[in-house]
Each structure stands twice: as C-alpha cells, then as structure tokens.
C-alpha cells in the first residue's frame, strides 16, 4: 500500500541517540488519526511505545519517559521518534502505525540495535 515509510534506524552504543522517521501519506495524515510508534523485540510481543491521541495528546510506555519523544510535522506529514540515552533493552524493530478511518497502516519496520 505504502502509505507509510519509514527510516533512520542503525545500531548505536549504550547512552546514543536515534531519531526514526515515518512519511506518512497524506491522505492518512490528519488530525483525527492516531499515530503511534511500536517495537518488537526478539521472542516478545509488540509493544506501544509512544503515540498520539486523536486530541494530540502525547503517551508514553514508562519504560522509555523521560528519554524518547514522539514529533510530527505537518508540513511534511512526517512522525518522528527522537531516542536518547538509548540501552540495550530498547533493541527492537520499530514500527509507525497510523489508526484512521477505521483502518490501521503499519510501516514495514525498522531495526534498532544498542550494543556496545
């Protein structure tokens, strides 16, 4: 479908910092969506790690509060995921995800790994 694209994953050292990206189609970019970031690690469910809601509101899975913030420019309808202070336990593909219209898109996902 491509409606979302998504980029900026690597691999990175205890304490380092990512910044995902995801393009978001414009057709799906809109106020009344929502938008989130999940993560998948090996052997473990999918997880939410930060979203916004329909009212714009920014949620945080705890683990990751206070070190990951969750953007979005509308000029370019583009989400992104700044990641600081990353650990190894944040090792995951990571997913965009856009809730709209009672559809739900994912992004094809993209892998972050923390090791020294």
């Known amino acids: 479908q491509g409606q979302l694209a998504e980029s900026g994953g690597g691999s990175v050292q205890p304490g380092g910092s990512l910044r995902l990206s995801c393009g978001i189609s414009?057709?799906?970019?809109?106020?009344?969506?929502?938008m989130a970031w999940y993560r998948q690690a090996p052997g473990k469910e999918r997880e939410l790690v930060a979203s916004?809601?329909?009212?714009?509101?920014?949620t945080y899975v705890d683990s990751v509060k206070g070190r990951f913030t969750i953007s979005r420019d509308t000029l370019v309808n583009t989400m992104y995921l700044q990641m600081n202070s990353l650990k190894p336990e944040d090792t995951a593909v990571y997913y965009c995800h856009v809730q709209y219209g009672g559809s739900s898109y994912w992004g094809q996902g993209t892998q972050v790994t923390v090791s020294s």
């Open positions: 414009q057709s799906i970019f809109s106020r009344h969506a929502t």
């Open positions: 916004f809601t329909t009212g714009g509101a920014r």
